[in-house]
């Protein structure tokens, strides 16, 4: 690299200057070479497209690179030659391969590379916001792939901290129902009260109206409301355990649905909300931080 640097470089009577000036860690040469690309770049995308590829975390397939990119500048697809122009200019810092399916992907060709983009761009708190973000919407909104979004979009969403369009997908959308329970559970996890529910600590118990007990859909797509773990979604009738709020999120002096959030009435009885043994496991208040 230190080598292509100097064949860029195009000052003969300057090299030796030039290599002196070289710094002495591959981490420091790697961020010099990533802000020379950046101020050569007259497209001002090379920023953008190395900050989305250090927040997709693991190889990705360059079509969604490319349409996350144009999501990000909320302008039309980006046309093919000037695609080829700006991945050409990283091509230094990337590795290319195919999936399975033949499909183009794009990564990193090594750690010290995402290390060194992390160091030049991303290290603020609030950097990789924007990046995200926009991988999210790209996963969520545009990308056609049931597989690829399955294996994405959850854990952008949870970097990005939109933890209520987390649990909709996973409780709601119809691709959702190919990701395994216990990591639907471990996504979902991180999102509950901590408030501890166990007995001899101040709870009450989670109720579900007669009515909302016989639909489905509030916690996943597979089983009846009453039968499904009120955190994950998977089936809790069997060995099911019951399910707990803590003061601050039950509704004192009176028994709300926890489905329709409406005061039960009427003269069935409520079902009590369920957990699984993965959920039931963790003894904390029930209600998600969304």
Wanted: hydrophobic share 35%; glycine share 6%; with cysteine.
């Amino acid at each position: 690299m230190a080598c292509e640097e100097l064949r860029v470089f195009g000052e003969f009577k300057m090299l030796t200057q030039k290599i002196a000036g070289f710094p002495d860690t591959l981490q420091g040469l790697l961020e010099n070479i990533i802000q020379r690309l950046v101020q050569e770049d007259q497209s001002a995308r090379v920023k953008e497209l190395l900050c989305l590829l250090y927040c997709c975390s693991e190889s990705v397939v360059e079509k969604d690179l490319q349409g996350s990119l144009s999501y990000l500048e909320r302008g039309p697809e980006i046309p093919s030659m000037h695609w080829a122009t700006l991945r050409r200019t990283i091509k230094c810092l990337i590795r290319a391969s195919r999936d399975h399916r033949g499909r183009d992907k794009l990564s990193f060709f090594h750690g010290s590379v995402a290390k060194a983009v992390e160091q030049s761009f991303l290290t603020a708190d609030t950097s990789r916001q924007p990046y995200l973000c926009s991988l999210s919407d790209y996963y969520e909104n545009i990308c056609s792939d049931d597989a690829t979004v399955v294996s994405h979009l959850p854990r952008l969403l949870q970097e990005a901290k939109l933890n209520n369009r987390l649990v909709q997908f996973l409780r709601k959308d119809q691709r959702a129902k190919s990701i395994q329970a216990h990591i639907r559970a471990q996504y979902l996890k991180g999102l509950r009260c901590s408030m501890m529910c166990r007995e001899g600590f101040p709870r009450k118990p989670a109720m579900i109206c007669a009515f909302c007990s016989l639909k489905s859909g509030a916690f996943g797509q597979f089983f009846p409301n009453s039968q499904s773990c009120a955190v994950c979604g998977s089936h809790a009738a069997y060995m099911g355990k019951e399910a707990f709020q803590c003061p601050q999120h039950y509704s004192h002096g009176r028994n709300d649905c926890l489905v329709c959030k409406n005061i039960i009435l009427g003269p069935q009885s409520p079902m009590p909300a369920l957990l699984c043994n993965t959920c039931g496991f963790l003894q904390t208040c029930i209600a998600l931080k969304t």
